[in-house]
């Protein structure tokens, strides 16, 4: 995982880090929550601005530019 600068980075406790995998780039301002957030080989997040992300998973290879708040829908 890289982290472009960990201090503008937020992962909740409860993040599994185990589930975010090698190749995965997370810029500053994103914010991780959620025991079912998955992130695969070579996933973007936040590169364009700041991300929330709760309880997400992204396949290998996704992006996400810039959101408010990105969930699962029930």
């Known amino acids: 995982v890289e982290m472009l600068d960990r201090r503008q980075v937020y992962l909740g406790e409860e993040v599994n880090l185990d589930r975010i995998a090698e190749g ?19 996933v973007r997040v936040g ?10 998973v992204l396949g290998e290879g996704a992006r996400i530019d810039a959101a408010t708040r990105a969930e699962p829908s029930c």
């Open 24 to 42: 995965a780039v997370i810029f500053p301002g994103t914010r991780l929550h959620g025991v079912r957030t998955f992130l695969g080989a070579g």
């Open 47 to 56: 590169e364009e601005g700041p991300v929330t992300l709760v309880d997400t």
